[in-house]
């Protein structure tokens, strides 16, 4: 099946830990996004990516970091200087450049604090 | 960063009831794109709307791209249990190249 997938599901950091998301896609999407959700919120842009090597922050990527060294994968890094992690992590996948489509999802982590 | 603003934030309706919400923006936006999201997991794209006026459906719902290009609309006719969710609005701004997305409306059908 085509999609994004994201793991783990549930991840736990522990205080002054560095933790990495996994987003991979096999839709062939040019695009890829990570977004936070806090309860009651919408959807904030931390990091984007246009093409492979390439990313620039989006509205609040201080204390995450990315890299995109293939075109089918972009992981979050949530590192220790983001003081308040825990929250619900989003991956997005579209098709061209930023913007020239519809954003799809995947399912989601949920990463708390130990 | 901006947030759209999307109204009502939480609705409660019999089974059998039509349903609407919107989402309005201070900036004009070429897309707008609605999704529904289910507890715990990623939102889900219902449907994509390209041009000023554009009124597109998608079985039960409809959705249409606002004249001014700041707002867009989402009903949802003959509600059942399964529309249980939170449905979001997401606009594209023509400045930075960026989805922007509205805070969600919260929907409960009783049965």
């Known amino acids: 099946d085509g999609g994004i997938t994201q793991s783990p599901k549930y991840l736990f950091r522990k205080e002054g830990q560095n933790v990495t998301l996994s987003c991979e896609q096999n839709?062939?999407?040019?695009?890829m996004y990570w977004y936070r959700q806090d309860p009651g919120q919408g959807l904030r842009l931390i990091y984007y990516s246009q093409i492979v090597n390439d990313f620039q922050k989006g509205d609040i990527a201080e204390g995450y970091s990315v890299s995109r060294e293939k075109k089918e994968s972009f992981p979050l890094t949530v590192t220790s200087a983001q003081k308040n992690p825990t929250a619900f992590y989003l991956c997005a996948s579209s098709i061209g450049r930023t913007g020239q489509g519809k954003q799809f999802f995947g399912s989601g982590t949920q990463l708390s604090v130990l | 960063g901006q947030q759209l603003n999307q109204s009502p934030q939480s609705m409660f309706i019999q089974e059998g009831e039509d349903v609407s919400m919107n989402c309005t923006s201070s900036s004009i936006f070429n897309t707008w794109l609605w999704y529904k999201q289910d507890p715990g997991e990623g939102p889900v794209l219902l449907i994509a709307l390209y041009k000023a006026g554009e009124l597109t459906s998608n079985g039960r719902l409809t959705a249409q791209f606002g004249i001014t290009r700041k707002d867009s609309f989402l009903n949802i006719s003959a509600s059942i249990p399964s529309d249980v969710g939170i449905y979001f609005c997401?606009?594209?701004?023509?400045?930075?190249?960026?989805?922007?997305f509205g805070t969600g409306t919260s929907l409960t059908v009783i049965p």
């Open positions: 997401a606009g594209l701004s023509l400045v930075g190249n960026q989805f922007y």
């Open positions: 839709l062939n999407h040019d695009a």
